[in-house]
């Protein structure tokens, strides 16, 4: 599930902002220009005016509102209760639109005071009621969306396939109230589920760090060091609203088969470049291979492109016979770092696999 919060800088409620987005692993936004393609926005203490534009790219654009609607609207409405020595103050979750009195109300909880409260004990206290309702209602979206229909699509199903806008990647698909999940089935009978990256659960994203830190698959990479949950995350994070690269985890069955993903994506001339290890606690035979035909039909025959890249070092031996037995050729060869890099590329001619 794809969760953003977007707050104004240098105000009370930067730095629980922060703490929060941190402790939902979600990204924090200060400017709506960059929020689209989310699940849930959480509007904390924005001070500029969104866009109609920009709320129909997410699904549920949330605002906490300090009163019980429809009474304590405006501006300021806890001071101004605070003020009227009010012990009981009302918040709100309401869906931030144009028009709030056309809002719908997701949930309400009160905040307990004693009228003796300093400033910052009643900041402490904001916040905290805050950051509990944004969890809460976080909970209650996730068991609604749970109840959503789940299916899987396939290549085959045309109707779907052909809906697919391609500068969304279509890992999965949303369409009236069923959720499709991609497969793809390769050759040897295998249906390989991709999850994007942005939709693994805490579990996988512990599994695959564990994976990318593993020296057999570290020792390939152009970065080599030991990457920290925190850095994980960011990444993760970052690839929320890329558009020039996406990382898929790959399944079949019960089994975690590895990781795919497709970089340097341009949507101009249809071109990308791929990456590819395998999952090196559990390996399954073949597992290279299978996740080298599911990436393919992916770039090839879901998203259209027209020719897919590579780099892999000279000393990788298995990896480049494995490329060359999917019809990559060398193109050229570059020394990066007192390493023997080699490009190779596949163009896509009609291509059956």
């Known amino acids: 599930m794809k969760i953003a919060i977007l707050t104004s800088p240098n105000q009370w409620l930067e730095h629980y902002a922060v703490d929060l987005a941190k402790k939902l692993q979600c990204a924090l936004f200060f400017h709506h220009k960059d929020i689209k393609g989310f699940d849930i926005v959480f509007v904390l203490n924005y001070r500029k005016t969104i866009p109609i534009e920009i709320l129909k790219c997410n699904s549920c654009n949330c605002v906490i509102h300090e009163s019980i609607l429809s009474r304590g609207k405006g501006w300021l409405p806890l001071i101004w209760q605070t003020l009227g020595k009010k012990t009981k103050v009302n918040f709100t979750i309401l869906e931030k639109s144009v028009n709030t009195d056309n809002s719908n109300i997701h949930m309400q909880k009160t905040l307990n005071l004693t009228e003796y409260e300093l400033n910052d ?29 789940q299916k899987e699509y396939s290549l085959n199903d045309e109707n779907l396939v052909k809906n697919i806008n391609k500068k969304i990647f279509p890992a999965f698909l949303q369409q ?78 019960d089994m975690y088969l590895g990781v795919i993903s497709i970089t340097k994506i341009d949507f101009e001339n249809l071109t990308c470049e791929l ?69 190779m590329e596949i163009v896509n001619e009609n291509r059956q696999i």
């Open 275 to 343: 990456g590819i290890y395998t999952n090196p606690i559990h390996k399954t035979k073949g597992a290279g291979s299978i996740l080298q035909e599911t990436l393919i039909k992916y770039v090839f025959h879901v998203l259209k492109f027209k020719k897919l890249s590579l780099d892999v070092f000279e000393n990788n031996k298995k990896a480049i016979n494995l490329y060359k037995k999917f019809g990559f050729k060398e193109i050229s060869r570059e020394l990066i770092n007192e390493k023997v890099i080699i490009h």
């Open 176 to 253: 009236n109230d069923n959720r499709y999940i991609l497969n793809i089935q390769i050759k040897k009978g295998n249906i390989v589920k991709l999850i994007d990256f942005t939709d693994m659960t805490y579990k996988e994203k512990k599994m695959v760090l564990t994976w990318r830190n593993h020296e057999s698959i570290r020792k390939w990479m152009y970065h080599t060091h030991l990457i920290s949950f925190n850095e994980h995350l960011n990444f993760i994070d970052s690839l929320f609203l890329s558009k020039q690269k996406q990382y898929m985890l790959a399944k079949d069955r």
């Open 121 to 149: 004990e009643i900041k402490e206290k904001r916040a905290n009621i805050i950051v509990t309702m944004c969890k809460d209602f976080i909970d209650k979206y996730s068991q609604n969306r749970s109840q959503i229909s």
